[in-house]
């Protein structure tokens, strides 16, 4: 019987390649996939370029990761908040690459390539630095019914790295509240997703109607220990 199950979060992360395209569920702290990340950085994949709607927090999760060396190039659409000093003093000091993509554009470009689209005309970010490509390069544009778009391009995981809350053997997913966020658009538009899940149920245990993320989009689950936020902003067991 087919199943997508891992044994654990290092056998979950093992094969995947230095210079790999990863996009990272997440939203600020919420639906951070942070055992996958940390099993990432105990597995060594380096040139990584990174999908994130954040650049880290701290310097643990996603900025460890970058602190450690190991990513090229981050794309994003909310680089800099107050505890994202470790990705700015690699940026100030040229250390990493970023691609700024408006929120919208960002959930939309990894939609588009879940759903095999192109790409798509959008008005946001025209007449701007953003109306460029990474290159510098300015990006097509159209007018259309009187306003003018700018044309996106799909973004593409090579992996997906996400958090969900229960799952079942053949992939299964569903969310809990905001931890849902970038989760089901990366897992569609990833060559291999990989969910850490809190909740294993057996085959059947997941209404069909409340399943978010089917298991076709899924190459494996892991179970991983519940955890909370404490006072201080450490993690203890839930």
């Not at 891992?6 to 569920?25: C, F, M, P, Q, S």
């Not at 931890?179 to 538009?189: D, E, Q, S």
């Not at 936020?229 to 203890?236: L, P, Q």
Request: net charge neutral; aromatic share 8%.
């Amino acid at each position: 019987m087919l199943n997508k199950r891992a044994r654990t979060v290092a056998e979950a992360v093992a094969d995947i390649k230095d210079g790999a395209t990863i996009l990272v569920g997440g939203f600020g702290t919420a639906g951070i996939p942070n055992e996958l990340i940390e099993g990432l950085l105990e597995q060594g994949a380096r040139n990584l370029v990174v999908v994130n709607n954040n650049a880290g927090n701290g310097d643990t999760g996603l900025a460890a990761l970058l602190k450690a060396g190991r990513v090229r190039k981050i794309i994003c659409s909310f680089p800099r908040q107050a505890d994202s000093y470790v990705f700015d003093e690699l940026y100030r000091s040229g250390k990493i690459e970023l691609e700024l993509v408006p929120q919208g554009n960002l959930a939309e470009r990894i939609r588009a390539a879940g759903a095999g689209i192109g790409g798509f005309f959008t008005p946001t970010g025209y007449g701007t630095e953003l109306a460029r490509g990474p290159d510098g390069t300015p990006r097509e544009t159209r007018e259309i019914n009187g306003r003018m778009y700018v044309f996106e391009y799909p973004i593409y995981g090579d992996v997906a790295l996400i958090r969900a809350e229960r799952g079942d053997a053949w992939g299964n997913l569903t969310y809990r509240k905001a931890a849902r966020n970038f989760g089901p658009v990366m897992a569609m538009a990833a060559k291999c997703t990989i969910a850490t899940v809190h909740e294993f149920v057996e085959l059947g245990g997941i209404d069909p109607e409340h399943v978010v993320t089917p298991g076709i989009f899924v190459s494996r689950v892991v179970l991983v220990p519940r955890v909370a936020t404490g006072a201080g902003g450490f993690r203890k067991e839930a």
